[in-house]
């Protein structure tokens, strides 16, 4: 059994954290599955981000996304032809193009929020307590700061187990 200390060092709780998200993701997919949508997890994952973050441009979604500009450019294309996501010109640079989420793309998004959801609120609520829920809150929050941590490449030896 792994001491208190151990659990809290970088590398242990680095490993722990991509497990349990691995899973949760793996979890919600299937959860997804009963509302068949026809779009990839990218493909929701960027219509999800373009309805929070947008109006958005390509290349900041590609940042915020973590991925390159042209596997945005193919997700962005695939979602405009299906009516999804619209593209306007921004009135303050108009060399620039800003990315919308169209009514039916939000009303998609909202289904799968809906879905994922009502099943994540049933099972927080079955099996987790009040106090394990404020826990569960300051984690989240720390969780998206990792999320959205901007640091430089770590060297490969940086840290090791």
């Known amino acids: ?3 208190t200390s151990d659990r809290t060092e970088p590398p242990v709780l680095a490993l722990n954290i991509g497990l349990a998200t691995t899973r949760l993701r793996s979890r919600l997919r299937h959860e997804q599955t009963r509302v068949t949508t ?3 997890m990218s493909q929701l994952s960027v219509l999800g981000r373009i309805r929070a973050d947008g109006p958005i441009t390509a290349s900041s ?3 915020a996304e973590h991925v ?3 596997s945005i450019a193919e997700t962005i294309a695939t979602l405009k032809k299906q009516g999804l996501v619209e593209a306007s010109r921004d009135l303050a640079d108009g060399r620039k193009t800003l990315l919308s989420v169209t009514e039916s793309g939000r009303r998609m998004v ?4 809906d879905l994922r959801g009502a099943w994540l609120a049933r099972v927080i609520e079955k099996t987790i307590s009040p106090g394990e829920r404020e826990v569960l809150a300051e984690a989240m929050e720390i969780l998206l ?7 430089g490449e770590l060297s490969a030896d940086a840290w090791r187990a």
């Open 68 to 70: 390159r500009a042209q």
């Open 38 to 40: 026809g779009q990839t």
């Open 110 to 113: 909202d289904s799968i929020v």
């Open 1 to 3: 059994m792994e001491s």
């Open 61 to 63: 979604l590609a940042r």
């Open 145 to 151: 700061r990792v999320a959205d941590c901007r640091l």
